[in-house]
């Protein structure tokens, strides 16, 4: 009998994110022959999302829907995903790395009693059993990996494994697992929407960041205004968080979070090494600073040596132009 | 309140990464308490400091952790566990971890267990919600906030640059995300204090453990550092000319936009 791959759907603002279809992509580089089965939780009718995983690779898809599953908690989607675990026997699980994958991922773990190997930026499926290779040290160094046991589950990083082609003439069972969600400990009582609108810093092909050259909260206005123009997100570096000039959500760099946007712009951020880990292994990065002698042209595809506040507009005017 | 700690050393973030014999070289660097078990460690002596009981810190290394939890014993943390296994373990995993962790916990009272929501050189924030799993107690991961009054937690989490507002109750474990305090630095007395406080020492046997028991599932089969990236082209000429090509290059030469 062939396999048959698990790969948890993740569903955002009633829309599944791109890392599920990218999670589709690696379970069939594991095993091309395996049935890939996606799951998705919620509280709604879940068809849509479902049929999204099928044009974009899976197999079937199960759905669980329940009034307990309306917003994440590691105890209600730890249930649900675990009810259609033991129903359905998978032989390995692929889910996305991000705020939920890494909150649920250990827990089912955990629960299977099984190894996980997390944040995946790679598979090579050459030998008898696949390698996963994951960045360490922030991407200072990587890391080759394998389960000992025969259940290989991971989380991917997003961005980094290509999803397939969206082929909507595909077709795919749908079935619905009917459980009974209870006993949440964590109750989440609200959600205060903070982070930028649109696009997700860690998801996003385009990511522009700020250093302490942006000089101050406002600052860093130019610098959304160029976000919005290329359909990115804004980013900043431990100084200009510390210097209180953005959130801490949006810090890049060993401490925050780490990108591997397409597009990579560095604006006013000096490169010290604590921040390059959290950006370098972007496809292209652009370095904008007054100083020549800063470290990040060291490692920038293209610098401009100048003033930001002359050069975003010019930049923003420019790329205006050319996306007409 | 029984609040405990779970700590790791890592690299400091400053740090360059070489590979001697396939190994991470460990040689000259420079230890710290991983950053986001440094929130950790703050938050636990600030909780007990407004609501009373003791911190405990632990961590599983060798001897040369002692310093680390020196450290934290000087910022304030009453007692520290250092759980030696460098004689007894080869390779661990994050599952090696967390049994050692559930080993440690068998038996003694748990209020509050905060760590780091990730350390910064493994980077898989797997251990934290494991041992709460292992302890079949509720967790929470990345808090940015969080607020006591008797058994009941009211805790402000970050997703992703949005806040989740969350209830709980205790026993509970909570993984730290920047931004919930400013770790304070340890003070000359409290340096002094620190080395009068107990500092615990166990191995794998105290813990009734066998290595069979804690095996890793998973297996590390390389290291590697990524190709070094060469030095790119800056731009000259007036600004609006630069501006100009770099946008050309983007679309032509790197098409990303």
Redesign the interface.
Known sequence: MSEKLFVVGEVKDGALRNVSFEAIAAAKIMNADAEIVGIVCGDDDLESQALELIYYGADRVVTVKHDNLK?YT??GHGQAILAVIHDESPNGIVMGH??IG??????L???LD??????VTKIDANGDQP?FIR???????????????AFPFITIRPNNIPSLERDPSRTGDIRQHDIQVTDI????????????KGV???EA??VVAGGRGVKSADGFKPLYELADA?GGAVGASRGACDADYC?????I????K?VTP??YIAVGISG???HL?GM??S?????INKD?EANI??????????DLF??IP??IE??N???V | MNIYVLLKKTFDTEEKISIVNGQIDDDSAEFIINPYDEYAVEEAIRQRDANGGKVTVITIGNEDSEKQLRTALAMGADKAVLINIEEDLEDGDQYTTAKILEAFFDGRDVDLIFAGNVAIDEASGQVGPRVADLLGIPYVTTITSITIDGTKVTIEKDVEGDVEVIETTMPLLVTCQQGLNDPRYPSLPGIMKAKKKPLEELELDDLDLEEADVEAKTKTIEIFLPPAKAAGRVLVGDVTDQVKELVGLLKNEAKVI
């Not at chain 1, 890494?102 to 827990?107: A, F, H, Y």
């Not at chain 1, 760099?253 to 925050?256: H, K, R, S, V």
């Open positions: 917003t590691p105890e991000t705020s890494k909150d649920l991922s250990p827990k773990a955990s629960k099984t190894g996980l190997i997390s944040d390698v960045p360490i040290y922030s991407g200072k160094a990587f890391e080759k990996k394998m389960i000992t046991g400990r964590t109750i989440v009582k609200d959600v205060i929407r903070k982070a930028t997700d810093l860690s092909k385009v290329l959130d801490y959500s949006l810090q760099g060993q401490t925050g780490v397409d597009l010290a090494i604590q880990a370098s292994n496809k292209v990065i652009v370095a020549p042209f060291n490692i920038a595809d293209y610098g401009i040596v100048g002359e050069v010019l930049l420019e790329i132009k050319v996306k």
